[in-house]
């Protein structure tokens, strides 16, 4: 079990610019979900998949972010021409593999958008 | 839409005292109740669980209680230690395979 992995931890952006982060799940677990996190909030579900199928998405989330899990394993979550308002900590995590519903989080990745 | 209310949002006891953490759910599909606690700067990880089948579920110091039928559950901490000190989120969701639906959080803190 090596954990949930993300990348980049920090990335700082202009405003209009598309970011793209990568989460790495561990490795036996078929479901993959990606949170919002703003300081002083909870984690603010965005989408979820089961293996490479994208179950949900939230519908408060733009059309400009969208996240794909081409082969059940990794995932990257995109945003494009980003705007100040998607400043937040994003945190990917997932669950399966014998664990039940127990959510592994990754660290997360902080987004800034200048 | 799915909402989990948690309070209150923030939460100060005395070392040694009690801490009660109170969440609603408005889906009366959930039957999963985790309860997640994030030192500051690290990531959130489960403490509790507690599913719709049972009403009370007790791990050492920390204890969930769960009424379905009012939708309400609660995380209990007795004996406070200052390493107790974090925020809290509640989360409800309807099986293994749904989404799970946080809190807002409460930040507790234990003075020693």
């Known amino acids: 079990d090596t954990g949930v992995s993300q990348d980049p931890r920090h990335k700082i952006t202009k405003r209009g610019q598309n970011v793209t982060f990568r989460c790495d799940p561990i490795?036996?677990?078929?479901?993959l979900y990606w949170y919002r996190q703003t300081l002083g909030q909870g984690p603010e579900f965005l989408t979820y998949?089961?293996?490479?199928?994208?179950?949900?998405k939230s519908r408060l989330l733009s059309d400009r972010f969208s996240a794909e899990r081409p082969k059940g394993s990794f995932s990257t979550l995109e945003i494009q021409r980003t705007e100040q308002g998607d400043s937040a900590m994003y945190l990917c995590?997932?669950?399966?593999?014998?664990?039940?519903?127990?959510?592994?989080f990754g660290s997360g990745t902080q987004l800034s958008v200048l | 839409g799915e909402n989990v209310e948690q309070h209150p949002s923030t939460l100060s006891v005395q070392e040694g005292d009690s801490a009660v953490i109170k969440c609603t759910y408005s889906?009366?599909?959930?039957?999963?109740f985790p309860w997640y606690k994030q030192e500051l700067g690290k990531r959130p990880q489960l403490i509790i669980d507690?599913?719709?089948?049972?009403g009370e579920k007790k791990d050492q110091r920390i204890a969930v209680t769960l009424n379905k039928t009012a939708k309400h559950f609660s995380l209990h901490i007795t004996e406070t230690q200052p390493e107790d000190s974090a925020v809290y989120f509640c989360?409800?969701?309807?099986?293994?395979?749904?989404?799970?639906?946080f809190g807002p959080g409460t930040s507790l803190s234990v003075i020693p």
């Open positions: 507690i599913r719709s089948n049972v």
């Open positions: 490795s036996e677990h078929n479901r």
């Open positions: 889906d009366s599909a959930s039957n999963y």
């Open positions: 989360a409800a969701t309807r099986t293994s395979y749904d989404k799970v639906i």
């Open positions: 995590a997932s669950s399966g593999g014998g664990k039940g519903e127990k959510l592994f």
């Open positions: 998949f089961q293996n490479e199928a994208q179950l949900e």
